[in-house]
C-alpha cells in the first residue's frame, strides 16, 4: 500500500514470479543487470516472505545480502529501499536494522595475515521517501553505528590467540575502550578477588598461569528506571 516499482522493473519482477525464478520467499534472491532503471545499473531483488511474519531480522539479513553482492560485483555503491518494507515497519527501525546488517556483514579480522587482501570499500545507501522520517532515521542509523563498533570490538578480543589476549590484556583492551567512551571501568585482581569470595572464578583460573581479572563496566546516566546488569564470563586459555 502506498508503494509502487518504476514500471520497469515492475515488469521484470512480474516475468521473474511468472518464470518461477524469483518467488519473494524469505532468503530468495535475484539480481538483474541492466534492468531498463533510470535509478540503476543493476537491481538486486531479494524475497522476505510473508509480511505477517518477517521480522527486523529479515532486514539486517537482506541489507548484509545486498552488500556482500554488491562487493562481489565490485560496484562502488549500492542503495536500500527502505519503503519497500511491509507496513508495521517503522521507517526508521528499517534504517537501524538496515544499518547493523551491512556494518556486521563487512566485519573482518586479518591481523595476522602476512599479506591480507585489499578491502572492497562499497558505500551503501538507505533511500526513503518519507522525509518526516530523516531525523529518527539518523538518530537509528546513529545508534546501529554504535552497536556495530561495540560488536567489532568483542570480536576482535574473541579472534585474538588466547597467547596474545591474556586476562590482563583483556582488561588493558576495556579499560582502553572505556575511557574512549566515557564509560566507568574497575579491575579486580586476584587478592580483591580472594577477599569477595569468588571460589568459582578462582578455580576456574587455576588452569592458568596467569591471575585472573575481573571487569566491572559501568555507564552512568540519569535514569528514574532500575539499573541494567549483565553479567558475562571468559575463559581466555581454552
Not at 187 to 215: A, D, N, R, T, Y
Amino acid at each position: 500500500k502506498g508503494y509502487t516499482l518504476e514500471k520497469p522493473l515492475a515488469e521484470v519482477l512480474k516475468k521473474l514470479s511468472a518464470e518461477k525464478k524469483f518467488s519473494g520467499e524469505c532468503g530468495e534472491s535475484y539480481l538483474v543487470l541492466s534492468p531498463r532503471s533510470k535509478a540503476a545499473d543493476a537491481v538486486f531483488f531479494i524475497g522476505l516472505g510473508k509480511k505477517e511474519k518477517y521480522k527486523l531480522s529479515c532486514i539486517r539479513n537482506s541489507a548484509a545480502k545486498l552488500l556482500c553482492q554488491a562487493k562481489s560485483f565490485q560496484h562502488a555503491s549500492a542503495a536500500l529501499d527502505l519503503d519497500s518494507f511491509a507496513e508495521g515497519i517503522l521507517t526508521s527501525e528499517a534504517a537501524g536494522a538496515a544499518t547493523e546488517g551491512a556494518r556486521l556483514s563487512d566485519y573482518r579480522f586479518d591481523r595476522y595475515k602476512s599479506k591480507p587482501s585489499p578491502k572492497k570499500e562499497t558505500h551503501l545507501t538507505l533511500v526513503s521517501q518519507h522525509e518526516d522520517s530523516t531525523k529518527s532515521i539518523r538518530a537509528a542509523v546513529a545508534e546501529a553505528e554504535i552497536l556495530a563498533e561495540a560488536v567489532y570490538f568483542t570480536r576482535d578480543i574473541a579472534n585474538e590467540p588466547p597467547n596474545v589476549m591474556t586476562p590482563p590484556a583483556v582488561a588493558k583492551a576495556v579499560k582502553a575502550m572505556a575511557s574512549k567512551n566515557g564509560l566507568d571501568c574497575k579491575v579486580l585482581g586476584l587478592s580483591e578477588i580472594k577477599k569477595l569470595g569468588m571460589g568459582g572464578m578462582i578455580g576456574v583460573s587455576q588452569g592458568s598461569s596467569l591471575h585472573p581479572q575481573f571487569i566491572i563496566l559501568e555507564n552512568r546516566v540519569k535514569s528514574s528506571e532500575s539499573p541494567i546488569v549483565l553479567l558475562g564470563k571468559g575463559v581466555t586459555f581454552d
